[in-house]
Each structure stands twice: as structure tokens, then as C-alpha cells.
């Protein structure tokens, strides 16, 4: 079983940036897809990014692409979701999840196997 750990959330003022990280404990995640989704109070949890291990490739939602990277430090353990020019509508509590087969299906919640716990992040308008 793998466990997902996730830090980095926060409050912050609209505009301002904050870093998201996501380790698993035990193992790297060689071989897997790693993606991040969120869900605001009230609506469904949504897609954010992914990124596949392997070879780096990334998509994003439409809704944070050009201010959201998501990034792997091969030489360490975790995946980060770096979150520019954040607005108030990007408040929500973010997810961590992985897929261990590597899934090319990144914004499909039921093709990952593994979910953190959540970290809450609030921006102030």
C-alpha cells in the first residue's frame, strides 16, 4: 500500500504564489502518474495536472494552464504543483493521487490508485 502525503497549502492573498508537494512513503514514483485534483466546497472534485514519471510529460486543466507547473525531482521522492497568480476561485482543498500503471488517462479520478489525504488552500480575494 502506498501513502500519499501532501504539504504545502496555506492561506494567501490573490496573485501570490504557493508550492504544493506530494511524496509517497517507502518508494518513488517510478513508473507512475502522478496528478493533482481539487475540490472547492459544494462542486465535485476537478482535474488540476498530472505528470507521468517516465518521461515528464504533463497536461494541465485549461482553467490553470500558463499558472500552474507541476514538476518531478528525479534524484527525490516528490512531485510538486507550483500555483502562480492565484485567484480566489482557486481556493479548494488539492489531492494528490497516483497511478501506478502509468495511465495516460490523467484526468480521470478512477484510473489512480492512491490519494493523499488533502491539503486546504485558501486565496483571499
Known amino acids: 500500500q502506498v501513502q500519499l502525503v501532501e504539504s504545502g497549502g496555506g492561506l494567501v492573498q490573490a496573485g501570490g504564489s504557493l508550492r504544493l508537494s506530494c511524496s509517497a512513503s517507502?518508494?518513488?514514483?517510478?513508473?507512475?502518474?502522478v496528478g493533482w485534483f481539487r475540490q472547492a466546497p459544494g462542486k465535485e472534485r476537478r482535474f488540476v495536472a498530472a505528470?507521468?514519471?517516465?518521461?515528464?510529460?504533463?497536461v494541465y486543466a485549461d482553467s490553470v494552464k500558463g499558472r500552474f507547473t507541476i514538476s518531478r525531482d528525479k534524484a527525490k521522492n516528490p512531485v510538486y504543483l507550483q500555483m502562480n497568480s492565484l485567484k480566489h476561485e482557486d481556493t479548494a482543498v488539492y489531492y494528490c493521487?497516483?497511478?501506478?500503471?502509468?495511465?495516460?488517462?490523467?484526468?480521470?479520478?478512477?484510473?489512480?490508485?492512491?490519494w493523499g489525504q488533502g491539503t486546504q488552500v485558501t486565496v483571499s480575494s
Open positions: 493521487a497516483a497511478s501506478r500503471r502509468g495511465t495516460y488517462y490523467y484526468s480521470y479520478g478512477n484510473e489512480y490508485d492512491y
Open positions: 517507502g518508494r518513488t514514483f517510478s513508473g507512475y502518474t
Open positions: 505528470i507521468r514519471w517516465t518521461e515528464g510529460s504533463t
